[in-house]
Nanobody, 120 residues
Framework: HVQLVESGGGSVQAGGSLKLSCARY????????MGWFRQAPGKEREGVAR????????YYSDSVKGRFTISQDNAKNTVYLQMNSLKPEDTAMYYC?????????????WGQGTQVTVSP
């Protein structure tokens, strides 16, 4: 029921920064979360960060905590992922999603993905 469109991916050197955007089209409950996932070649998709739509609570995976920041502008129906101090192991396709806040497992909507490539 919700369309998500990611943008902002690209190629950077290690230590660099990127900011991803996710534009949302359609209704999302304030009790739901918006999140970012990533999938590297040959690996399973993993949750990176999520934020409560109607609040400020956030959750980060250990691998990105302290380097990535999730934020939102609900007036623009947009979620962001600021990625700093990027490492080659951050290289992946990054996906925006709507999900239930209690777990990474219950995703209801996916974006198409945006590629992030980090060179050594």
């Amino acid at each position: 029921h919700v369309q998500l469109v990611e943008s902002g991916g690209g190629s950077v050197q290690a230590g660099g920064s990127l900011k991803l955007s996710c534009a949302r089209y359609g209704y999302v409950s304030r009790t739901s979360c918006m999140g970012w996932f990533r999938q590297a070649p040959g690996k399973e998709r993993e949750g990176v960060a999520r934020i409560v739509v109607g609040g400020a609570d956030t959750y980060y995976s250990d691998s990105v905590k302290g380097r990535f920041t999730i934020s939102q502008d609900n007036a623009k129906n947009t979620v962001y992922l600021q990625m700093n101090s990027l490492k080659p192991e951050d290289t992946a396709m990054y996906y925006c999603a709507v999900l239930r806040c209690g777990s990474w497992a219950l995703v209801t909507d996916w974006g198409q993905g945006t590629q992030v490539t980090v060179s050594p």
